[in-house]
């Protein structure tokens, strides 16, 4: 049942793992784990590294089984497939209480019966700890989520951010090796969220710990992780650093997920060295830089993310020596976000593309307004190619 | 705070009636059990006369000890089965059948007593029970306890199921997550349920004339039986007694469902 799995391996690398050698063994060793409902598999075969230390995102979208996988590690589930590694020895069939892994719920699932303080000492008291010894370490979790002198109050008593604390300082308070958050900030509002944010990085910094968070929103897995591996239809799709993730992703699906992108489909033509020329329907030929070898035959897809786009008046655009994409078009439409604008340009070709600009001046009399003819100009090396 | 609406002269005048409809006639016997006239319905003047009456009368005595007793075992019991039926309901892994097991628990509920009543005295006379205190008390644990496992079950629903797997999180095995967590979170719900099983036991008159013995007579069936003679004051005072017995428990049961739900959740139906 745990034992090897053949084909695991070429399953993992299929999924698009990346395979980062860590010094020595990883903390957790997550290796062909599944799990089915019924006939629906919420995690299908996933295998994922964590190193000692690590902030790790799991990111997908709602029902990609990135919660069902944080579950089987604390232990609410138990995979039908696969081994969970902790340090080495097979966790997957442990009970909760048995292993040195802590979680903090989506909803924070405080005790309303007890006390801020008492709830932090729920698990101190369960260890057997000496009074004195539970005495400290919850001064000194309090002392760490910054709740003093509400040791006394019961969680109704508390803001949303002040239960998130108190949370965060119960699952804390073992010192486990392994927390994990699930959706940690769902239930805060933005500036707030921001806030909490760099606490837990600066928190989990200080302490060393290594921290798996679930989330589904990208910007949170991107301002707080070290890695993030994304999920869909409960496999693992991605592990990558931020800005791989954003820069290079693996697959249409990714690209589309993780921020904006315009995705332009075609045919190769032609190639010349790392420079493919690829016919679209909707924005004519485009020549993009591919830094892998595409796999999947001819039928291609050019993505670029809109902040890589730059807009010109038409016959105003400087030459360039490096061979560039100008696709003519005409502005559609304006949306001003105040930090950038968006703008959306109907192409002679037929396609659309999306452009954000930053609006690095205060008054800029030259913003283009809809009916605008520009071009949008991209570098090749800008270009990620995907394959259909 | 905005204004209530103030009741027009309709509201007033049916409010009036309807509560007029409910309580009159029981605070009419409640003056009458202070009457000192030996007919009931001529006003003698104030006396504790019947009271005394009652605390001299034996048999009534016994038979409200014998209700008492009944009261307290057959809802201790029925908390006890009421609490681990809706655990295991709403807890429990979905096993086969689950959705019949909660229909069949609300059964009884809207079974008539007579039927109820007479399965049981058919059971017992089956199976050779000796007719009397135990029969009774188990006949009324069968009637309480669904109603018991609706309370306690309603109150474990709008409990969050997170909150026992914190407690696994942080150590508790699933029995002590169970003690110390769900128990202190439902135990409103279960002192309510306790206090609903007492009244309906002590009430119950149908159900225990089916299924008592010779000599052991609860005080329903006791009073049933003075009053075919003709209605004597003193069943007015012990009337009067049953009553303000009934409304303690009844606030009391209130007040438990209100530290329920003044506990975050939502409060236990009462």
Redesign the interface.
């Known amino acids: 049942m745990a034992g090897q799995l053949p084909g695991t391996d070429i399953a993992a690398e299929m999924a698009g793992v990346n395979a980062h050698p860590a010094a020595g063994q990883p903390l957790l060793r997550i290796e062909g784990v599944a799990k089915t409902f019924g006939t629906f598999r919420a995690v299908d075969g996933v295998s994922l590294d964590i190193r000692a230390g690590e902030f790790f995102a799991l990111l997908g979208p709602s029902g990609c089984g990135k919660t069902t996988l944080l579950r089987m590690l ?3 589930e138990a995979p039908d497939e696969g081994r969970l590694l902790l340090g080495g020895t097979d966790i997957a069939q442990a ?3 048995e292993r040195p ?3 903090m ?3 924070y ?5 007890l006390s801020v303080r008492d709830n932090i000492a ?2 101190l008291k ?2 057997r700890l000496a009074r004195e010894e539970i005495a400290t370490r919850v001064a000194e979790m309090v002392a760490l989520v910054k709740l003093e002198g509400l040791e006394q109050r019961k ?2 008593q508390l803001s949303g951010g002040q239960r998130q604390r108190v949370a965060l300082a ?2 804390l308070a ?1 010192r486990p090796q392994l927390l994990l958050l699930d959706e940690p900030l769902a239930a805060l509002d933005k500036k707030l969220r921001e806030s909490t944010q760099g606490e837990l990085m600066e928190l989990q910094r200080r302490l060393g710990m290594t921290f798996i968070v679930v989330t589904h929103d990208q910007e949170e897995a991107m301002t707080m992780a070290s890695r993030i591996g994304v999920m869909n239809a409960g496999k693992l799709v991605q592990v990558a650093t931020p800005r791989e993730l954003y820069e290079a992703p693996r697959s249409r699906w990714i690209a589309q997920f993780v921020g904006d992108i315009n995705l332009f489909d075609g045919e190769l033509t032609q190639r010349d060295g790392d420079r493919l020329v690829i016919a679209t329907g909707g924005a004519g030929t485009l020549i993009a830089a591919a830094a892998r070898e595409p796999a999947g035959g001819t039928r291609l897809s050019v993505a670029v993310r809109p902040e890589k786009i730059r807009l010109s008046r038409r016959g105003t655009e400087s030459e360039h020596a490096a061979p560039i994409n100008r696709l003519d078009g005409v502005v559609a439409d304006v949306c001003y976000l105040g930090g950038t604008t968006t703008y959306k340009v109907r192409l002679d070709a037929g396609g659309m593309v999306q452009a954000s600009l930053a609006n690095s001046a205060r008054r800029d009399a030259d913003a283009y307004g809809p009916g605008q003819p520009v071009v949008a100009a991209f570098a090749p090396d800008d270009c990620v190619v995907l394959e259909r | 705070m905005h204004k209530p609406a103030r009741l027009s002269r309709f509201n007033i005048a049916s409010l009036a009636l309807g509560l007029a409809f409910l309580y009159l006639p029981i605070i009419v016997l409640v003056i009458f059990s202070f009457n000192a006239s030996r007919l009931v319905t001529v006003w003698g003047g104030w006396s504790l006369r019947w009271y005394h009456e009652f605390f001299n009368d034996r048999a009534m005595i016994e038979a409200s000890w014998m209700s008492l007793r009944v009261a307290v075992t057959s809802a201790t019991s029925a908390t006890l089965l009421g609490t681990l039926a809706a655990v295991a309901l709403s807890r429990g892994e979905r096993f086969r059948g689950r959705t019949l097991f909660s229909g069949m628990l609300y059964a009884p509920l809207v079974m008539p007593e007579v039927i109820t009543g007479l399965s049981l005295l058919l059971l017992f006379v089956a199976t050779n029970a000796a007719r009397g205190f135990w029969t009774v008390t188990i006949a009324h644990t069968t009637l309480t306890m669904c109603f018991v496992a609706v309370v306690v079950q309603s109150r474990l629903g709008s409990l969050d199921r997170s909150l026992e797997e914190a407690a696994m999180d942080l150590g508790c095995d699933p029995v002590r997550a169970f003690l110390a967590v769900t128990l202190p979170l439902i135990a409103p719900a279960i002192v309510a349920g306790w206090m609903l099983a007492f009244t309906l036991s002590l009430d119950d008159l149908v159900i225990a004339s089916f299924t008592t013995g010779p000599g052991s007579a609860t005080l329903p069936i006791r009073i049933y039986s003075e009053v075919r003679l003709g209605v004597k004051p003193e069943i007015n005072a012990i009337c009067t007694l049953v009553i303000a017995l009934i409304a303690l428990v009844i606030v009391g049961a209130s007040l438990a469902s209100k530290l329920s739900s003044s506990q975050g959740e939502s409060a236990a139906p009462l």
């Open positions: 604390a232990g609410f009970l909760p209480h892994i802590n979680m719920f989506q909803n699932a405080l005790f309303p019966h729920f698990g369960r260890a969680p109704d119960r699952a073992r």
